[in-house]
């Protein structure tokens, strides 16, 4: 008879190859792609449970690893299962979105509703809130409908300068009780609009958000309107990485797919910042956020969801932050977010109170950062405990059983996820990611678990205050402790007078996962490694036409990209004056934003045609916010091509792991000294270019 070890393995790639990705109103495509891994999962866990668990016979500790590592199987499928039911309901909002924009903005300035924009911070610096405070000046509704506070938990005497010097509204309260929920809640009595925005620190709204979002409200049932987190900066494992265009930030899948989904089954939830609450609502639920856990976004849904609301959720790019900006900065955040969604099961108004459906239950139940902490570290030391001890963890199962039954489960899993988020997907970052994250987790995750309450809120540093930091050494100690262990494992059975495993037909298939998890593990201490940050401001690439002039200088070009600190300028001398040289200070006009005194840093040369490299003398006022609306809170986007996917990124990542670290190019800039007083004196009285094309400027296609 031929062999058909293979022939459920080669049935799922066929179908994986051959059917098309899931598209809205495909149901009975999806149906069938369900129903066929429903069964093939089905297959596979009884033969899993009666083959190589149920076999094991006795109280010893081999028998316990079967078990504990079955467990932890079982636990990753009900996960993914979890997952998989998620995407089913994937939702996208922007036509009904367009729909309400274009009848929000067919009405009178005076029949839009007011809204109340709070900007909850405690420590963030000037070069994070100016940013918000000025994209929340930008929003496009009529000013006196939209009033903007800024909640200082830090009881700053220069923030409530600026604000005042900006026309905000700068609130403090006597104490920092609940943290930032204590924030909002002291300021929502303070208000009175019937909508809240509600911005953390580091996030810049776009000028459109309100039109888009603030029309769902028509429907009574909706409590809240939540958009995406989206950044402008690269995350620590994007720049660790060196991978800004190939590696998507570690967030995307959440909010371009999971979020969707859970929209779908009306669950949901706010996310802490970009989020507008209904005040009506709010009261219901005595008038503020929850604040028995810090988490108070989840809770705060699940209050909502009590009185019969739904969190509408608006997949649109309507705000952009920043991103933890060191691996430090990074697990300060990821622990809070594991710690908080751990303390909601110690609340009635968790997921485990009275008043939910089973649904909603499982949908807010904390599961995945307890698999993540307790399961994706077994995973990685599974290979190394067989290769060292022998104790098998599938019992009785050779190489062909393997074949035949798990892999093509494994890989049906992944096509079905492949298949109903085919652009967001990405098995081998989120592995890596996971496994990255699980190291520093799990302490702080089971000590939630044993004492939920009593631990240290800790705000995520941003902007100058957030260091670079050092490497995370207890994750780089971690992952290069099983890489050696596993490494070892692998060469001592390798020699037949050194083998320490007696189950041979195990072996193939355990090398083999023992050599994936190494390469994951290596990626990961490259991750945990900084590398130095060369600019201090987020470049965006922006073609607008600019004019430089001064003592003999007079040249037009176009930006190529712009920052708050410096631009790229492809120049156009003028033939009544040469092309200004390194060193010589010019005023700057840039079209749509106003005139800013600059220095020539860098004079190159690309293709015949010199280009400016120019550094930006811009402090506060009516210019500096303009830029920064421009850059911020006009749609650009730091990041280009789209992200990698498949066994491509692994190997890309691989080669970044491994590849010698170049140091960066140093480039030495000119001694710092204050612009001439000619130049101070232009750029106070000059006027604002407009965007009609006076004064031959206008905005470059």
């Not at 608006?314 to 705000?319: C, Q, S, V, W």
């Not at 939910?356 to 290979?383: D, G, K, N, V």
């Not at 990542?653 to 030495?668: G, I, S």
């Amino acid at each position: 008879m031929p062999d058909t070890t293979l022939i459920p393995f080669l049935l799922v790639i066929a179908a994986a190859l051959l059917v098309p990705a899931r598209r809205e109103g495909a149901r009975t495509r999806t149906a069938a792609m369900t129903l066929g891994f429903a069964a093939l999962l089905a297959v596979y866990l009884w033969w899993r449970l009666t083959q190589t668990v149920l076999v094991a016979e006795g109280l010893s500790p081999a028998t316990v690893f079967v078990w504990v590592v079955f467990l932890a199987e079982l636990w990753l499928w009900y996960e993914t299962l979890h997952l998989m039911t998620i995407l089913l309901g994937q939702t996208d909002r922007r036509a009904e979105a367009d729909a309400h924009e274009a009848r929000l903005r067919a009405l009178p300035p005076e029949d839009l509703p007011d809204v109340d924009v709070l900007i909850a911070t405690y420590n963030e610096p000037l070069d994070v809130l100016e940013k918000t405070i000025a994209g929340a000046l930008a929003l496009d509704w009529p000013a006196e409908r939209l009033h903007i506070h800024v909640l200082d938990d830090g009881r700053r005497d220069w923030l409530a300068r600026y604000c005042a010097e900006r026309g905000v509204n700068h609130m403090t309260r006597p104490d920092n009780a609940h943290a930032k929920a204590g924030n909002i809640n002291a300021a929502i009595p303070r208000t009175r609009a019937p909508f809240l925005l509600v911005l953390d620190a580091d996030f810049v709204p776009q000028r459109p958000f309100l039109m888009r979002a603030i029309g769902f409200f028509d429907d009574p049932r909706i409590g809240i309107v939540q958009a995406p987190h989206f950044f402008f900066n690269d995350t620590p494992l994007q720049a660790n990485a060196e991978m800004r265009d190939a590696l998507p930030d570690e967030q995307r899948f959440f909010f371009d797919a999971i979020q969707p989904g859970r929209d779908g089954w009306d669950c949901a939830f706010c996310c802490g910042s970009n989020g507008i609450l209904r005040r009506s609502a709010m009261e219901e639920i005595g008038g503020g956020l929850p604040t028995d856990s810090i988490t108070e976004d989840m809770l705060l849904t699940l209050a909502l969801m009590r009185k019969g609301y739904v969190t509408r959720y608006l997949g649109e790019r309507l705000a952009v932050g920043l991103a933890p900006e060191s691996i430090d900065a990074y697990f300060v955040q990821r622990e809070r977010w594991a710690r908080g969604a751990i303390q909601m099961l110690y609340t009635p108004h968790g997921p485990l109170g009275p008043g939910l459906t089973l649904r909603q239950r499982l949908m807010f139940l904390p599961s995945h950062w307890l698999s993540q902490s307790l399961c994706q570290p077994l995973a990685m030391a599974t290979p190394a405990i067989f290769l060292f001890t022998g104790w098998s963890p599938l019992l009785n199962a050779g190489l062909g059983d393997i074949l035949f039954y798990q892999i093509p489960a494994i890989a049906a899993a992944m096509a079905f996820l492949g298949f109903l988020a085919p652009r967001d997907f990405a098995p081998i970052a989120s592995t890596v990611e996971s496994v990255l994250q699980s190291f520093r987790l799990a302490p702080s995750t089971l000590l939630t678990l044993v004492r939920p309450h009593g631990h240290a809120f800790r705000v995520t540093p941003k902007g100058s205050d957030a260091a670079m930091g050092g490497e995370d050494r207890f994750t780089i100690s971690v992952a290069l402790f099983l890489l050696l262990a596993t490494g070892t494992g692998l060469f001592l059975n390798a020699d037949l007078d050194l083998r320490l495993v007696d189950d041979i037909q195990l072996l193939p298939m355990v090398a083999f996962w023992a050599v994936f998890n190494m390469v994951v593990l290596l990626i990961v201490i490259m991750m945990a490694v900084p590398r130095p940050r060369l600019r201090t401001e987020e470049r965006f690439p922006l073609r607008a036409l600019c004019r430089a002039e001064g003592p003999g200088i007079r040249a037009t070009g176009e930006t190529r990209n712009v920052s708050l600190t410096g631009a790229l300028i492809d120049c156009h001398p003028s033939p009544d004056g040469p092309c200004p040289e390194r060193g010589d200070w010019v005023a700057l006009t840039i079209a749509g934003v106003g005139t800013i005194a600059a220095r020539i840093e860098r004079v190159m040369d690309h293709g015949g045609t010199p280009s400016l490299g120019v550094s930006f003398c811009l402090p506060g006022g009516p210019v500096r916010d303009r830029l920064i609306q421009t850059l911020f809170a006009s749609g650009l986007d730091t990041h280009g091509a789209l992200p990698a996917r498949g066994t491509g990124t692994l190997f890309l990542l691989l080669h970044r792991a491994l590849r010698r670290v170049e140091p960066p190019p140093v480039f030495r800039r000119l001694q710092a000294e204050d612009p001439p007083l000619w130049l101070t004196e232009k750029v106070a009285t000059a006027e604002t270019p407009s965007l009609d094309g006076s004064e031959g400027l206008r905005w470059a296609v």
